[in-house]
């Protein structure tokens, strides 16, 4: 990550007293929203995961700074830091460049997934095929179709998931649904438009909504 000033802002903030120089420092999964690990941070040890774009801890046993994936190359790369309301705590959000347990697992809280987890998992594997068109791959063969086609399959699945919401059984209207979700990420890949944002509009949507909410109620009073 490019550092910046209010990232800046928040390393300056931060409140290492209350911790004896020690902050926790949580790493959260910056596409699917899994916690990875947790681990601790002094302030030279925020400092240059600003600076080197990664996850560098403060090892207690070692007494030393240490990159994430110094020895394994499974790195977390930054993609933001915040801290909590009381300036204690650090939320990093990172992408892991491989198993982020020593064990082997995805996260040192095991393999499970978040609710949702696997449409980002999904999104990075469209992600490689269209990059990757290996020989047999469905999704490869339809994107290179063109964005009219895969609009069109997008508009088909919409139709086949409302007749099968009013006319088919549950079983149809989960598998229509999954058809539908998953040409819909081709099309969003294709475009250009990370699942990210579609998710942050509905967040701005809710929020407005909430607010005008809120402003009918206090009219009333």
């Not at 491989?98 to 609710?115: E, K, M, N, V, Y």
């Not at 890949?189 to 509009?201: D, S, Y």
């Amino acid at each position: 990550m490019r550092p910046d000033a209010e990232t800046e802002a928040t390393l300056a903030s931060l409140d290492f007293a209350k911790g004896d120089g020690l902050l926790p420092a949580v790493v959260q999964h910056a596409q699917d929203g899994r916690v990875l690990m947790v681990g601790w941070m002094n302030a030279e040890a925020a400092r240059e995961t600003l600076r080197r774009g990664r996850v560098v801890f403060w090892s207690r046993s070692r007494s030393r700074l240490w990159e994430k994936g110094e020895t394994t190359g499974h790195g977390l790369l930054v993609r933001s830091i915040a801290a909590d309301c009381d300036r204690d705590t650090l939320l990093v959000q990172a992408l892991p460049q491989g198993p982020t347990c020593h064990t082997g697992s995805a996260t040192c809280f095991g393999d499970g997934d978040a609710p949702g987890a696997f449409l980002a998992q999904l999104e990075s594997l469209i992600a490689a095929r269209l990059q990757e068109a290996p020989e047999g791959s469905y999704t490869a063969r339809l994107a290179a179709q063109g964005v009219k086609r895969v609009a069109q399959k997008v508009g088909e699945e919409g139709v086949e998931t409302a007749l099968a919401a009013t006319a088919g059984g549950r079983d149809e209207l989960v598998g229509e649904s999954a058809d539908l979700l998953y040409h819909l990420l081709v099309l969003l890949r294709l475009r250009g438009v990370p699942l990210l944002e579609v998710e942050r509009e509905l967040g701005r949507r809710h929020a407005a909504r909430q607010s005008a909410i809120s402003g009918a109620g206090d009219r009333k009073l």
